[in-house]
Every structure is written in C-alpha cells, then in structure tokens.
C-alpha cells in the first residue's frame, strides 16, 4: 500500500501545471520573432507551437543559405589566403 501512496506522490509532483505551461508558452512566444507586435493578445498554444516551427524551419533554411554563400566565398579565387584562413578560424 505504501509503494502505491509514492508513485502516486511522484506522479503528481513530476506533473506539469496549467500555469507552468501557461508560463513556459509566454516565455517561448517572447523569443519568437514579431512577438512584440502580438505580446498583449492572447495567443493559443497551438498557434504558438506552430509559430515556433515555422521560425525554427526559417532559421535552418537561413543556415543552409549561408553555408552555400561560404562555400562559395570559399571556392571562389578572388578570396586571398588571409581571408581565407581568417574565415576557416571562425569556423572552428
């Protein structure tokens, strides 16, 4: 009986409240790009969740680009050996 009365008090200590949730969607939404022009409306989970997908899908959309741009930059012969090695530093 005892082991019973513990797992149900771990149970209900590793739950997430409404508020944390609540708590943890305002904090995702503040980090989201434009979120200022939306930080007084409320905002559903799902459109905040959705938002963050997108945003992160752009982010990598926008490595990618730069990474062929560097590439490229790289291939390219106009590049002296300078700027080439201060560039491959960065990169480490």
């Known amino acids: 009986?005892?082991?019973r009365r513990s797992r149900?008090?771990?149970m209900s200590s590793s739950r997430i409240t409404d508020e944390q949730i609540n708590d943890l969607l305002t904090k995702l939404q503040a980090v989201l790009p434009e979120?200022?022009?939306r930080s007084t409306d409320r905002v559903s989970?799902?459109?905040v969740l959705q938002d963050t997908c997108n945003y992160?899908?752009?982010l990598h959309r926008e490595v990618d680009d730069l990474s062929e741009r560097l590439?490229?930059?790289l291939a390219n012969n106009d590049i002296n050996s300078a700027q080439a090695a201060i560039i491959r530093s960065l990169l480490r």
Do not use: G, N, T, Y
């Open 56 to 58: 992160i899908r752009s």
């Open 8 to 10: 149900s008090r771990q």
């Open 35 to 37: 979120a200022h022009l």
């Open 45 to 47: 989970a799902a459109k």
């Open 71 to 73: 590439s490229e930059l």
């Open 1 to 3: 009986m005892s082991s």
